[in-house]
């Protein structure tokens, strides 16, 4: 499998994950641009508003830790496919919200979806890519993401103005029927089914991404078990994955920190700290968001280049960089609507560039037997960041003490402290097959 080269196989398990990707992240920016209508229509507070994207986001620490370990032990497709149908359906259902409180509730429950199904799709499209295209594969898998929210910011443009918020969450339930092609179409990780014992089943897989397997290779290596280090974790934190456990969990807590506090308040604050109204907030964020797919093929193109960590550091310090520009600049009171989209989108460019590494980097660092808990857990303690940042800006912009440009302070400072985190304690895995650097964390300790 690591020495396959790429073909039909795997381009279409990428892009069956990646459209599943894609509605996750649709769902998410939906509620960024629902929110601009939802609160001038209840008369929420900016604390209410950071409280909605808060909930939503510790069901995704608690969806995402849990999903990984689930699919560790009952396999990536089918949590894949039961996460996928959890957000969709519960994304319906809040269409028919009657009060602040059942609001709540039901963006718990997406969010328990949302977080679940990130993590075990970049470990099924890690665990059948060729190692010398796997960085590559995911960051385009990553890519999908750009999409997803190029989409809710149609919807927001298009929809929310004529025909209000219900119908954006109405549209938001679609996905639930793609659900139907996932399970006729996407494989298993060969490599799971492997490690399960289940051969068979893992031949009829890897033929399916044009692989021949002749009972060799991981069946026979003893994967993580043969570690001492059991699965979970106790695993991640054994002595062989604690660095590793550590570097990820830290970087993972400032980059859901700084996304979710910048992107799902970025319509918020345009439309009324920085006064342009709705229409034209929705219209700068597209624009915004846009820039966010030269910033994943970019990353995609260096990944396999420089490496996973240099292309990780340079685009975290470049997303520090721009958004310190964009809170100081670009929101200043002299910025021209010119000045806003160039510096935000130089913010979506490199930060989004750096998830789309984060993605592929995070299952590249575990055995088979615990690489969806590793990367469950390690999403899974980013939504904890998630929960802080929306939650915090709704605190800094409601008590008007303030301004949006201190916001962005903060971030850039977060953003400043991760990469060092990666400088320092991250290591190198490009070109290396997925047994080899688990063999190195075993030695290593």
Known sequence: MDAQPVGAGHRKVTLLAGLGWMFDAMDIGLLSFVLVALAGEWGLSQGQVGAVISIGLFGMFVGAAASGVLADRYGRKAILMVTLLVYSVATGLTA???GYGVLLLLRFV???????????????VAEVSPAKQRGRMLVLLESFWAYGWILAALIGYLVIPEYGWRVAFLIGALPAFYVIILRRRLPESPRYLL???????????????????EGTGEEQRGGSSALGGGTGLGLLWSAPYARRTAMLWVLWFGMVFSYYGIFTWLPQILATSAGYGLVRSFEFVLLITLAQIPGYFSAAYLVERWGRKATLVVYLLGSAAAALTFGLRGLGADASGTELVLWGSLVSFFNLGAWGVLYGYTPELYPTDARGSGAGWAAGIGRTGGIAGPYLVGLMLGGGTFGPGAVFVVFAIVLLVIALNVLFLGEETMGRSLDDISAQASSRA
């Open 110 to 124: 997406t969010g328990l979806g949302l977080g679940g199904e990130l993590p075990v799709a970049s470990t099924l």
């Open 195 to 213: 490690r399960k014992g289940r051969h068979a089943e893992a031949r009829e897989a890897a033929a399916t991404l044009g692989i021949e397997y």
């Open 96 to 98: 028919l919200a009657w």
